[in-house]
């Protein structure tokens, strides 16, 4: 890493320090909320190091302010998880929730400065939190046949490049973009899905149709 980064990193290390102390049910809404706003300005300071890096062509460099950003963007999201419970609004916090287990995924697979911190700690305390905030859920899980797919980083088919899914390259993470299904196979109901989002949000008890959330009747129309 080049020096603006290994000094931000240090900011960053802080803040996460800081931050910990903020993710409890018990905190105050607004004191979370304006948590929550001062991260987003770290995350756009953060991508702006990063773009920095990228013009200079400091791969390293990029790569290792990918994982700062995406650990910022996690514990915004899990910021936005408690400010959500406490509004009532469960479903909207689950997104938040995956939303952060999936961004610190992505914090320890562009680099490798995180396996040394509290990272992987974090990941584990965002899965238990899972468990202990909500309710077991179900989710879809379809399989298909793929006709095309695309690299993010090169825009060739998948599989005709070099470029491999989950690794980051020049501040980016590769994925394998899905363009055309040449036949969808099944959909099934599953406890562990590739992507929690895809998940049964109501169910039928014979006579109404239940928020899998709250048990309240789902409004018509969800």
């Given amino acids: 890493m080049n020096r603006q980064a290994k000094i931000f990193q240090k900011k ?24 929550t706003k001062d991260l987003l300005k770290l995350k756009d300071e953060a991508s702006y190091i990063k773009s920095e890096a ?13 994982s700062m950003e995406s650990i910022i963007e996690a514990l915004i999201d899990e910021l936005r998880m408690w400010v959500a419970l406490k509004k009532d609004d469960p479903n909207k916090a689950w997104d938040f929730l995956v ?26 305390r965002l899965y238990l939190l899972e468990k202990l905030l909500f309710p077991p859920q ?16 090169c825009g060739s088919e998948y599989g005709k ?21 040449k036949e969808i196979k099944e959909v099934s109901i599953v406890k562990a899905p590739a992507n929690k989002h895809n998940r049964i949000m ?21």
């Fill in 161 to 181: 490049c070099n470029h491999v899914v989950g690794k980051a390259y020049m501040g980016k993470l590769c994925c394998r973009i899905i363009k055309e299904i």
């Fill in 54 to 66: 990228i013009e200079k062509q400091d791969e390293d460099s990029a790569n290792a302010l990918l």
């Fill in 99 to 124: 939303n952060a287990q999936y961004a610190t995924r992505h914090a320890l697979q562009a680099h490798n400065l995180l396996k040394r911190s509290h990272a992987i700690s974090y990941c584990k």
């Fill in 12 to 35: 960053v290390s802080n803040v996460f320090a800081e931050t910990s102390k903020f993710l409890f049910i018990s905190v105050d809404l607004e004191l979370q909320t304006k948590k």
């Fill in 202 to 222: 109501c169910f039928s008890n014979g006579k109404h149709m239940k928020d899998t959330m709250t048990l309240r009747n789902c409004e018509r129309g969800k």
């Fill in 138 to 153: 179900l989710f879809f899980s379809p399989c298909f046949i793929t006709e095309r797919a695309e690299c993010s980083i």
